[in-house]
């Protein structure tokens, strides 16, 4: 700054026009880097905090419901009424909300995943919605679209991403399901190569067994107590 002020009095004596600081090439070489690099760090930001599922989990729990506390459930996931979920059993919302329909039964070492893809966000609508008296056996991998109602999916089987279940279908113990497809109602898929066939007789409820574990688990195991009521939220509002 002090050799630019007397190179500013040298001209002013001698009659040469003084050096101007050129304001573009400061603008250029200073300004311009730091504004950008503020709202690049910005944007991360945003990009991070969009992407990225809400940090605190929420876990919502109907009457009725039985949900052990040695289970490990990550993300928005609401278990309906009549719903049992074994100790070790896994349910990921990384990608969305989970909606599990009524009287399904989640056994030991499940997994139940709604896994974000690659370039996509969290999305509160990008809902998993699984229907009503499903089964998962033990240790089932289910990262199926869509669930209906009254499906079994057998011990050891994989469902992967883009695969739509609707009702009635039995995916037999150890099946490896990697294709996207939408499978017809009542399909039995068995065998080493995943053959499908129309089931003979629908798949009935699991009653019994439900009210069988209801009274058992309680005995054995710690369990999450029910902390939503959809009648008394309507109610209040």
């Given at each position: 700054m002090i050799g630019f002020r007397f190179i500013a009095l040298a001209c002013h004596l001698f009659c040469i026009p003084s050096p101007q600081p050129n304001c573009d090439q400061i603008y250029r070489t200073v300004l311009q880097p730091s504004m950008i690099s503020i709202a690049e760090k910005n944007i991360n930001k945003l990009e991070n905090k969009t992407r990225k599922m809400p940090s605190e989990n929420s876990i919502k729990v109907m009457p009725k419901a039985v949900v052990c506390e040695e289970s490990?459930?990550?993300?928005?996931?609401?278990?309906?009424?009549?719903?049992?979920?074994?100790?070790?059993?896994?349910?990921?919302?990384?990608a969305g909300p989970i909606i599990i329909g009524e009287n399904c039964i989640l056994e030991e070492y499940t997994t139940i995943a709604h896994r974000l893809q690659v370039g996509a966000r969290w999305d509160a609508n990008n809902i998993l919605s699984i229907g009503t008296h499903n089964v998962f056996e033990v240790g089932c991998t289910v990262e199926a679209t869509r669930i209906g109602d009254k499906n079994v999916f057998e011990s050891k089987c994989y469902v992967g991403p883009g695969v739509t279940v609707p009702s009635g279908c039995v995916i037999g113990a150890g099946i490896r399901m990697h294709t996207a497809q939408l499978l017809p109602e009542?399909?039995?898929?068995?065998?080493?190569?995943?053959?499908?066939?129309?089931a003979i007789e629908k798949q009935g409820s699991q009653t019994l067994?439900?009210?069988?574990?209801?009274?058992?688990?309680?005995?054995?195991?710690h369990l999450r107590k029910p902390n939503h009521d959809p009648k008394k939220a309507r109610s209040v509002v």
């Open positions: 490990n459930l990550r993300g928005d996931i609401t278990f309906s009424a009549g719903c049992v979920v074994h100790p070790s059993a896994t349910v990921f919302a990384e009542n399909t039995i898929v068995y065998g080493q190569q995943a053959l499908q066939r129309e067994q439900i009210d069988f574990l209801r009274k058992v688990l309680p005995n054995y195991h």
